[in-house]
């Protein structure tokens, strides 16, 4: 069975940085994309930065210039730099991995709180 486990979250002020890191346990034959994922109290769950396995990358329009992602292969991880966090990047932050380029995701990582203060 494959599980997900982040680690890395933590209390920053704003302006700081973060460094998540997700890592797979278990057997996976295959992961075409890895992905970070937030939700905020009281909001839906979005989509923060996706990585494919030939590296091609995409990030929320909120993150973007702030925000890399990167993967190793290799050892089936995925990290998340944030940088020049800012109070509405406060949330929990979930990594998921897809075995295939479309459809669900079919791995999720039970999350990491990551607050950022004013």
């Known amino acids: 069975q494959v599980q997900l486990v982040e680690s890395g979250g933590g209390l920053v002020q704003a302006g700081g940085s973060l460094r998540l890191s997700c890592a797979a346990s278990?057997?996976?034959?295959?992961?075409?994309?890895m992905g970070w994922y937030r939700q905020a109290p009281g909001k839906q769950r979005e989509l923060v930065a996706t990585?494919?396995?030939?590296?091609?990358?995409s990030y929320a329009g909120s993150v973007k210039d702030r925000f890399a992602i990167s993967r190793d292969n290799a050892k089936n991880t995925v990290d998340l730099q944030m940088n020049n966090l800012k109070p509405e990047d406060t949330a929990v932050y979930y990594c998921a991995f897809r075995r295939f380029a479309l459809g669900q995701y079919d791995y999720w990582g039970q999350g990491t709180q990551v607050t950022v203060s004013s």
């Open positions: 990585i494919t396995n030939s590296g091609r990358t």
């Open positions: 278990g057997s996976i034959f295959r992961i075409d994309t």
